[in-house]
């Protein structure tokens, strides 16, 4: 009896131990990619530009860490081009920072008129070096959750949906990895479940977001004042050609009965009729300054649509002008990235 009790102790020791050796290897797992990126981190010296990014950026110890493991960089020249060439999609048009090969490689906008940019994409960035330590299970439910709330959110958010449009050509899992980085960086309002996750990496959420509205506010500013330019100008151009064609038919016959009224008077026809001297006359000098206003402000609107062309015109410089600062492309001679 005593030693089919000890038999039955043993094999519970025997299992619980088996247990313990599957509890910590599944922690060493866990903790492997901890562990690397903390040595990655502590071994990485960042430039000094890339450490300032990182004050502004604001992230958690957990944060700032895997940002560090990434190695990343900040690069001004064509350089970047060459690290982020498998990327094709960026703001408007242009790719402005890269998770590749796990490393995150920035671009470097210094417009000030786009402050915010850089620190808005480091932190896209950085969420999909988070998204990339996920493991297979946790992307996998990560994943179902965001597109969830994602079909969801666009009923009421069109926006969205035509932020995410670019994306559309992507397998679910790479179109689920690039919105978990769009919601964390440029959508205010979340659910609290993805709140609390954005919270392990990102101190002040809040302020990415706030960047990510004044700097995409400037371009969405410049098109929604072009398009109300240009519909303007349609209309009052389309006005004023209608009324200038009326204008001058209104100027010529106006000449044909100023004419004849003078031919008729130089045959005294009005001798004996002073009052329809006067009425006609009168008539005619009413037309004449009716036509002098209709004149005055038919230029006046000809001017005002002349301003306007003008102000379009520096708003598609404005624009160009943007569009060649985020644009690697045009950046100057590759240097080595900071």
């Known amino acids: 009896m005593a030693r089919s009790a000890r038999k039955t102790v043993a094999r519970v020791a025997w299992a619980c131990i088996a247990i313990l050796v599957v509890v910590v290897g599944a922690l060493a797992i866990a903790n492997q990619q901890l562990i690397s990126d903390e040595?990655?981190?502590?071994?990485?010296?960042p430039s000094e530009q890339v450490s300032s990014?990182?004050?502004?950026?604001?992230?958690?110890?957990?944060?700032?860490?895997?940002?560090?493991?990434?190695?990343?960089?900040l690069d001004a020249s064509q350089h970047f081009s060459t690290q982020c060439s498998d990327v094709s999609h960026g703001e408007q048009g242009h790719v402005l920072g890269c998770y590749s090969k796990g490393t995150i490689h920035l671009f470097g906008v210094t417009d000030k008129r786009l402050d915010g940019i850089v620190e808005v994409t480091a932190a896209h960035e950085l969420l999909h070096a988070v998204y990339a330590r996920m493991g297979g299970d946790e992307q996998a439910q990560m994943s179902k959750k965001l597109r969830a709330f994602y079909d969801e959110r666009i009923k009421t958010d069109p926006g969205l949906k035509e932020r995410m449009s670019v994306y559309d050509a992507l397998s679910p899992s790479a179109f689920a990895n690039e919105l978990h980085s769009v919601l964390g960086t440029e959508v205010h309002t979340l659910p609290k479940w993805l709140e609390?996750?954005?919270?392990?990496?990102?101190?002040?959420?809040?302020?990415?977001?706030?960047?990510?509205?004044?700097?995409?506010?400037?371009?969405?500013?410049?098109?929604?004042?072009?398009?109300?330019l240009e519909k303007q100008m349609t209309t009052l151009r389309t006005s004023?050609?209608?009324?200038?064609?009326?204008?001058?038919?209104?100027?010529?016959?106006?000449?044909?009965?100023a004419q004849s009224f003078t031919k008729r008077n130089n045959a005294y026809e009005?001798?004996?009729?002073?009052?329809?001297?006067?009425?006609?006359?009168?008539?005619?000098?009413?037309?004449?300054?009716?036509?002098?206003?209709?004149?005055?402000?038919?230029?006046?609107?000809?001017?005002?649509?002349?301003?306007?062309?003008?102000?379009?015109?520096?708003?598609?410089?404005?624009?160009?002008?943007?569009?060649?600062?985020?644009n690697s492309d045009l950046a100057p001679p590759a240097t080595r990235p900071n």
């Open 39 to 45: 040595i990655e981190a502590r071994n990485f010296t």
């Open 240 to 257: 004023v050609e209608q009324r200038r064609e009326a204008y001058n038919a209104a100027v010529a016959q106006f000449n044909t009965d």
């Open 53 to 73: 990014l990182i004050g502004r950026l604001d992230l958690t110890p957990a944060g700032e860490r895997v940002f560090l493991a990434s190695q990343p960089t």
């Open 270 to 326: 009005f001798a004996e009729d002073p009052d329809e001297f006067n009425r006609i006359r009168d008539g005619l000098t009413a037309r004449q300054q009716q036509l002098t206003k209709d004149r005055e402000q038919l230029e006046s609107d000809i001017a005002n649509y002349e301003t306007m062309r003008t102000e379009l015109q520096q708003l598609t410089k404005t624009s160009d002008e943007l569009d060649q600062k985020l």
């Open 196 to 228: 609390d996750h954005y919270a392990k990496w990102l101190g002040k959420r809040s302020a990415i977001v706030d960047d990510f509205d004044r700097y995409h506010g400037v371009f969405t500013q410049l098109q929604d004042r072009a398009k109300t």
